[in-house]
C-alpha cells in the first residue's frame, strides 16, 4: 500500500519510535494522527505534521474508540494503524530486602502492552472493514514487540512477557484479518535511542550500544520508522515478526 493520501493512526505517537514512525509517514504524504496519553507531546506532534491530536490511553476501549471517530472525521477512515504505546519497568521478582514483585504492577504492563495493541487493533479492524480495499490491501497494522519477547532480562518479566503476548498475536491476527485483505506485522527493535533510554546515564547507554555486534550502537528512532514505512508499502510481508537489533542476542 502507498501511503500518499492515506490516514495512518500511530498509538504512542507522541514520542521516540512513534513520533519518528508518524514523521516517516507524513513525509510520504500521509494524513497523521497521533494518539498518546501525553497530551502535550501528543499535540507537538500532530502539530508539526498538520495532523491529529489525541490525548488517550490504549486500554480503553471508550477513549481508544473516540479517538478513531475523531481521527475519522478529520482524515477519513485509517487504513494504518502502528501501535507504539508501551512501558517499561524493571524490578527483580524478590529484591535484596525480600519484597516481592507487586502483582498489580505485572498486570499494568501488560494491560498497556499486550492489552492496549489487541484493544486498538480491534477497533482499528472494526472501523477499517467499512470501507473498500485498496486494489488487493484495505489496511495494515504494525505492531511494536521487543528482542525481550525471545530474550528477555531477568529483571523484566512482565515486559518481556508483555511482548512475547504481542509476537504471540501477530500470525492469528493476520490469518484471522487476512478475509479483510488487512495485513498485521510486528517489530521487535533491540535498544534504541528514545526517551524511554535517554534517561539512562550515557555511559550506560554507551555500554547496551557496545553489546551490538554489529553496528556497536543504540539503533536510531529514524531506522524503525524506516523498516515500518517498508512494511506498510510491501503487499507481500505478513503474519511476520521482524527483529531490528543489529543481530543483537
Ligand atoms: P517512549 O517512551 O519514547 O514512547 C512511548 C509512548 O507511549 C510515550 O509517548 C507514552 O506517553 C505512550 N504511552 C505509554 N503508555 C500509554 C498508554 N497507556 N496509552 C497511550 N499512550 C501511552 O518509548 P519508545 O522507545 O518510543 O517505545 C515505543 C515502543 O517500542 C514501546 O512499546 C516500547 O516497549 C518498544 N521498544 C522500545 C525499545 C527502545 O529501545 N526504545 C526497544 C524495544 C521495544
Same mark, same amino acid.
Given at each position: 500500500?502507498?501511503?500518499?493520501?492515506? !490516514?495512518?493512526?500511530?498509538?504512542? =505517537?507522541?514520542?521516540?519510535?512513534?513520533?519518528?514512525?508518524?514523521?516517516?509517514? !507524513? !513525509?510520504?504524504?500521509?494524513?497523521?494522527?497521533?494518539?498518546?496519553?501525553?497530551?502535550?507531546?501528543?499535540?507537538?506532534?500532530?502539530?508539526?505534521?498538520?495532523?491529529?491530536?489525541?490525548?488517550? *490511553?490504549?486500554?480503553?476501549?471508550?477513549?481508544?474508540?473516540?479517538?478513531?471517530?475523531?481521527?475519522?472525521?478529520?482524515?477519513?477512515?485509517?487504513?494504518?494503524? &502502528?501501535?507504539? !504505546?508501551?512501558?517499561?519497568?524493571?524490578?527483580?521478582?524478590?529484591?535484596?530486602?525480600?519484597?516481592?514483585?507487586?502483582?498489580?504492577?505485572?498486570?499494568?504492563?501488560?494491560?498497556?502492552?499486550?492489552?492496549?495493541?489487541?484493544?486498538?487493533?480491534?477497533?482499528?479492524?472494526?472501523?477499517?472493514?467499512? &470501507?473498500?480495499?485498496? =486494489?488487493?490491501?484495505?489496511?495494515?497494522?504494525?505492531?511494536?514487540?521487543?528482542?525481550?519477547?525471545?530474550?528477555?532480562?531477568?529483571?523484566?518479566? $512482565?515486559?518481556?512477557?508483555?511482548?512475547?503476548?504481542? @509476537?504471540?498475536?501477530?500470525? $492469528?491476527?493476520?490469518? *484471522?484479518?487476512?478475509?479483510?485483505?488487512?495485513? @498485521?506485522?510486528?517489530?521487535?527493535?533491540?535498544?534504541?535511542?528514545?526517551?524511554?533510554?535517554?534517561?539512562? $546515564?550515557?555511559?550506560?547507554?554507551?555500554?547496551? =550500544?557496545?553489546? @551490538?555486534?554489529?553496528?556497536?550502537?543504540?539503533?536510531?528512532?529514524?531506522?524503525?520508522?524506516?523498516?515500518?514505512?517498508?512494511?506498510?508499502?510491501?503487499?507481500?510481508?505478513?503474519?511476520?515478526?521482524?527483529?531490528?537489533?543489529?543481530?543483537?542476542?
Amino acid at each position: 500500500m502507498q501511503l500518499n493520501g492515506v !490516514a495512518v493512526f500511530v498509538t504512542g =505517537g507522541g514520542s521516540g519510535l512513534g513520533a519518528a514512525t508518524a514523521r516517516a509517514m !507524513a !513525509a510520504k504524504g500521509a494524513k497523521i494522527t497521533v494518539l498518546d496519553q501525553s497530551k502535550g507531546n501528543a499535540e507537538k506532534v500532530a502539530t508539526e505534521l498538520r495532523g491529529v491530536a489525541i490525548e488517550a *490511553d490504549v486500554t480503553s476501549e471508550e477513549q481508544v474508540k473516540a479517538g478513531l471517530a475523531e481521527a475519522e472525521a478529520a482524515h477519513g477512515v485509517a487504513r494504518v494503524l &502502528v501501535n507504539c !504505546a508501551g512501558i517499561g519497568g524493571t524490578q527483580r521478582l524478590l529484591d535484596r530486602d525480600g519484597i516481592i514483585y507487586p502483582l498489580e504492577k505485572f498486570l499494568r504492563i501488560i494491560s498497556v502492552n499486550l492489552g492496549g495493541t489487541f484493544n486498538c487493533v480491534r477497533l482499528f479492524a472494526q472501523r477499517l472493514v467499512s &470501507v473498500e480495499a485498496i =486494489g488487493e490491501e484495505r489496511g495494515v497494522i504494525i505492531n511494536t514487540a521487543s528482542v525481550a519477547a525471545f530474550e528477555g532480562r531477568g529483571d523484566g518479566i $512482565p515486559y518481556a512477557a508483555s511482548k512475547a503476548g504481542v @509476537v504471540g498475536l501477530t500470525l $492469528p491476527a493476520a490469518r *484471522d484479518l487476512a478475509e479483510y485483505k488487512i495485513r @498485521v506485522n510486528t517489530i521487535a527493535p533491540g535498544s534504541f535511542e528514545t526517551p524511554l533510554l535517554l534517561g539512562l $546515564p550515557e555511559e550506560y547507554r554507551k555500554r547496551i =550500544g557496545e553489546l @551490538v555486534p554489529h553496528p556497536a550502537r543504540l539503533g536510531h528512532a529514524s531506522e524503525f520508522a524506516g523498516l515500518a514505512v517498508h512494511i506498510v508499502e510491501n503487499g507481500m510481508l505478513n503474519g511476520e515478526t521482524i527483529r531490528l537489533d543489529g543481530a543483537y542476542r
